[in-house]
Each structure stands twice: as C-alpha cells, then as structure tokens.
C-alpha cells in the first residue's frame, strides 16, 4: 500500500528545550539553535488490518534534509516476527539498497526473570540488501505490537551515503519487554526516494505510521 502527499503543517516542536540560564547558569546568547522547529505532516499509512507492506512512494526528496518516520503500535498477524525496513533508489520498484548497521537494545521480562543489555549479532548488516530489522520477535496477541522512530539524513543527496538512526520499544512474544537502538547507513550516493516498511513474516494487522518532514 503506497500513501501520497499530505501537506499538514503540524504544530511547532520544541527542539532546544535546555533551560540554559536556570540549569547551567549561562547568562551570554546562543546563536545557531533554533528553539522551534516544525514538522510538517507529508503522508500517513494506516493499517486496514491485511497489510503485506507500508511502502512510502512519494514526499521523500530534496525538499527536508531530514525525514521523520513514527510507528505507533505496529501489530503483527504472525507471532514473534522482525518488523524492519528497506530503501529503494528507484521509485519502488525494488528495496535492496546495501547497508552497513548496527543493532543493540536493554531488555527486561515481565516476571522479572531477567534483564540485560545485548548486541543483537544477526540482526544487523555489513553490506547486505535484505530488509533491516527495527524491532525484534513481536508477538501478536491482543495486547503486543512495536513502537518507535526513525530518522534518515539527507536522503537525495547525490554525493554523500544515507545514514539513519532509530530507537524502537516492543512487547516480544515470550512477555519481555525491549528498547533497541539501530544505526546505520545506506551505502549508495544515489537519491533515496522510496521506503517500504514490512513484518519478516505475515501482514501488519494494526497501527500507523507517519512521514514528517523536518524543516
């Protein structure tokens, strides 16, 4: 399912929030921060409940040097799958863009039986094409989905590689909580004009997910 131009300009978000002169006892001027800055809404996906793929096809371009992906409670239909992503640098028509990433995440059951901070070896890439992992084993009962952000840099740029950041939080299918942290870029000076986000297995059953950009 590909989602067109929105064009709703949201409120402005705070994006120098620090209490400079109350906090640190700084009393000269900053020049270069910006204390507002607006994210303009470019298009939503919104799940039907039978989704193969969310694919992104059009409002990534040269428009914003920073684009705003936000997933809220992705629902998978099949148990303990990878929700993850791919770029395309062809309007779509294929997703296999190498990237080299990392993947790590703090994790916590629900019984307290364990707890701990992990590098998830198998879940990053070095020069791979297959789609990227942001949340990893969702369950799919009722009351389990993922959650997150992701941001990618300067995507239509014709010189420099994509690089992204994103923080994900999901309810993984054996009752553990996780908060995983993801980074990477997509090693290609090509411009990057489409995104398809998809479950390693299954449909997306629930949940939206937003495109911003950031001006």
Request: charged fraction near 15%; proline fraction near 1%; aromatic fraction near 12%.
């Amino acid at each position: 399912m590909a989602f067109g131009e929105v064009g709703t300009s949201l409120s402005k978000v705070k994006a120098n929030s620090l209490n400079l002169a109350g906090t640190y006892g700084f009393s000269g001027t900053v020049s270069g921060l910006a204390d507002e800055t607006p994210l303009v809404l470019l298009s939503t996906f919104t799940s039907d409940g039978s989704d193969a793929t969310a694919s992104f096809t059009s409002g990534i371009d040269s428009t914003y040097k920073e684009y705003l992906f936000v997933f809220n409670n992705i629902h998978p239909e099949t148990n303990n799958v990878y929700f993850s992503f791919q770029c395309s640098t062809d309007s779509g028509s294929n997703y296999n863009t190498a990237v080299t990433s990392t993947w790590s995440a703090a994790f916590h059951n629900e019984n307290d039986g364990s707890a701990g901070l992990e590098y998830g070896t198998g879940n990053d890439q070095a020069q791979g094409t297959s789609f990227q992992y942001l949340a990893q084993t969702t369950g799919n009962e009722n009351d389990e989905s993922c959650s997150g952000i992701f941001r990618l840099y300067n995507p239509s740029s014709t010189t420099f590689v994509k690089h992204f950041m994103a923080r994900t939080n999901n309810y993984i299918s054996n009752d553990v909580q996780m908060d995983a942290l993801i980074a990477g870029y997509f090693n290609t000076t090509s411009a990057i004009d489409a995104i398809q986000f998809k479950m390693s297995s299954g449909e997306i059953q629930g949940g939206t997910i937003d495109l911003f950009g950031v001006v």
